[in-house]
């Protein structure tokens, strides 16, 4: 659940602290991105993290979704009607002397008419044919009744990183010569611009300018960004994120050669230690020689003895550095991690360089903010979920900071800054008083949060009769997104076992393409809804031609108005065909704005069911 990096230690820790900041151990599955160390296994198999996430996965049980609840009921309540229709016919059959085989045809085709022997077809036909519209819009439905539980769905309960955001660490901001520029375009794919403070793409005369500070950053660095392949579908990186993500920018610009190391050879490397919280390179430069530094803007402010400003270096004065900590202070609150960029020119004599000796006096150019930016799109279909009235509800391992200044960014809360609660305050609450939180009918953000957090959140809403959906890519969603009415899948970043806990893959990883799923939904249950109305309307109909044919039997011996064949026939040829139309029918204008239905709401009620009788009568009457 990282956006970024971690920094581990073998120090003790004496205070209890959720998973993620458990920075003395390492983890099954990670991967390491920098730096070396021996580890003490302490568990293995079921009892790992991963293995608790396993039997999490296995235990979480698997929920109706509200289509099968609602055509469970529906058949209840057709079977009931049913035999008490067949039962009175048979009996008033037998008194009118129709005979015991005539009687018993008679009752049981009236049964069969009065049931909707289609629906089960037309149910089938309304989603997998939703099913094949959403997987041309990227959706894959691993489940055919999910379709219609999006359309139900009033909590989405999502994961932060890869789903909301890229998982792509990328440059937003740079501060260079006192001005603050803006970058364009996310994660590590090279297309993007700089602007200016104006606004404006900078010119190729102004980048030239700021080539000096993009030099410095990229030369600090390791980390290699390449285009897709085989087996990656988008640029990936090669390294530490937050390097990739500074040669990324560079690349962008144009400042960076693709020839660069062998033209600048390094000539010593100094690694970054969270003590020092810097990293440096010597690199050769034809016939001179210069250190490239990045690191925390302290511990650089803290070596700096000149400041670039205006095309040279000038000393830095002390009001100098208490701006620039102020800067990176107000970057941090935004939820951007800042690295502070700077350079030395060495003396051309000696290849024997000391770190203490290099690292110091050193030119300070600038600052370098970046953030695992949210996907495109992602507001306007969180602002799209508001309309629809579903919550939105962030399920993240990151930190606090980070997960409200996404929120923020994506418009999480239309009522300012969303709520957030953490893992150790969710670790501290009973289940009375982490349910009071979710009934508040907010959008939350719960941060820090371990496995077992999240699945314990979807319950409580389930419990509170919400239908929740979970999104999410990674192992450590896999009990929530097998626990929830829907669990969605990311199809591109996802791992294969959060793919296989899911029962909906979006193959371009894309949240909107959810709210897209949301409304293929509710439209087929509104198309379904229309479907068993007409079909309980007409079999009414053919239930009060019956019953009036045997009153005329009965006061005038008439003949019989309809046969069981007849009602079979009309049922075949008149109904099964047109209203299997109806699950055709585009979702009415305003199917986003209106709320989720009610599961309380069901299909045959009071009002529904006045409307068939009355209808289903008068035709029953006008053919009689």
Same mark, same amino acid.
């Given at each position: ?209 700021? !080539?000096?500070?993009? #030099? ?8 290699? $960004?390449? =285009? @897709?392949? *085989? ?125 203490? !000796?290099?690292?110091? #006096? ?8 970046? $953030?695992? =930016? @949210?996907? *495109? ?11 629809a009235q579903i919550r939105v509800i962030i399920m993240t391992g990151d930190h606090a900071i980070t997960a409200r200044a996404v929120g923020r960014q994506i418009g999480l809360s239309r009522e300012g800054d969303p709520e957030v609660h953490t893992g150790l305050e969710l670790a501290e609450m009973d289940d009375g008083e982490l349910g009071s939180i979710l009934s508040s009918g907010e959008s939350l953000i719960f941060s820090r949060v371990n496995p077992e957090h999240k699945l314990r959140i979807v319950k409580i809403l389930e419990d509170q009769g919400e239908v929740v959906a979970v999104t999410g890519d990674g192992v450590n969603d896999a009990p929530a997104l097998k626990r929830a009415a829907i669990g969605v899948a990311m199809g591109q970043t996802g791992t294969d076992v959060a793919k296989e806990a899911s029962r909906l893959v979006l ?118």
């Open positions: 659940g990282e956006s970024m990096s971690q920094d581990k230690e073998s120090n003790a820790i004496g205070e209890e602290r959720v998973l993620a900041d458990r920075d003395n151990m390492a983890w099954m599955g990670p991967t390491v991105a920098t730096g070396s160390a021996t580890g003490v296994v302490v568990a293995t198999g079921m009892d790992t993290e991963m293995g608790k996430i396993a039997g999490m996965t296995e235990t979480a049980g698997e929920v109706q979704s509200p289509l099968q609840k609602e055509l469970g009921a529906l058949a209840k309540w057709l079977t009931g009607i049913a035999v008490a229709v067949c039962a009175g016919v048979f009996v008033l059959s037998l008194v009118l002397q129709f005979g015991f085989f005539t009687s018993l045809i008679y009752s049981l085709g009236i049964a069969v008419a009065v049931v909707p022997q289609a629906l089960p077809a037309q149910v089938t036909v309304a989603l997998s044919t939703a099913s094949r519209r959403l997987a041309a819009k990227k959706a894959v439905v691993k489940n055919l009744p999910s379709v219609e539980t999006l359309g139900s769905t009033t909590v989405i309960c999502t994961d932060k990183t890869g789903t909301l955001t890229k998982n792509e660490m990328t440059v937003t901001t740079v501060w260079f010569d006192g001005c603050e520029y803006s970058v364009t375009g996310i994660g590590y794919e090279p297309e993007g611009q700089i602007l200016g403070p104006d606004g404006e793409a900078l010119d190729q005369a102004g980048i030239d300018e700021i !080539e000096i500070m993009m #030099d410095a950053a990229t030369m600090a660095s390791n980390a290699e $960004i390449h =285009p @897709p392949d *085989e087996d990656h579908s988008g640029w990936y990186p090669i390294g530490d994120p937050t390097e990739a993500a500074l040669v990324a920018c560079s690349t962008k610009l144009g400042t960076r050669s693709p020839t660069e190391d062998q033209e600048n050879p390094e000539l010593r490397e100094f690694p970054f230690d969270s003590e020092r919280k810097m990293m440096s390179s010597v690199r050769r430069f034809g016939e001179r020689k210069q250190l490239a530094l990045k690191g925390a803007t302290d511990s650089v402010l803290s070596i700096s003895k000149h400041i670039w400003r205006g095309g040279e270096a000038v000393p830095i004065t002390d009001e100098d550095k208490n701006r620039i900590r102020e800067l990176a202070e107000t970057y941090s609150d935004r939820a951007l991690r800042v690295l502070a960029i700077a350079y030395r020119p060495l003396s051309d004599t000696g290849d024997d360089y000391v770190m203490e !000796e290099v690292e110091k #006096d050193v030119v300070f150019l600038g600052l370098m903010c970046m $953030i695992d =930016p @949210p996907k *495109e799109g992602v507001d306007e279909a969180i602002d799209a979920c508001h309309d193959l371009d990883d894309s949240f909107p393409t959810l709210v897209d799923a949301v409304r293929e939904g509710r439209t087929i249950y509104s198309n379904l809804r229309k479907t068993v109305l007409a079909s309980m309307t007409t079999n009414t109909a053919e239930l009060s031609i019956v019953l009036l044919g045997l009153v005329g039997v009965a006061m005038g011996n008439w003949a019989i108005p309809i046969l069981a064949i007849q009602m079979l026939a009309i049922d075949l040829l008149a109904e099964i065909m047109p209203l299997t139309f109806l699950t055709y029918d585009p979702p009415s204008p305003g199917i986003m704005s209106s709320p989720p239905r009610s599961q309380s709401d069901h299909i045959m009620n009071r009002s529904s069911s006045l409307e068939v009788l009355l209808l289903g009568v008068l035709i029953g009457a006008l053919a009689f």
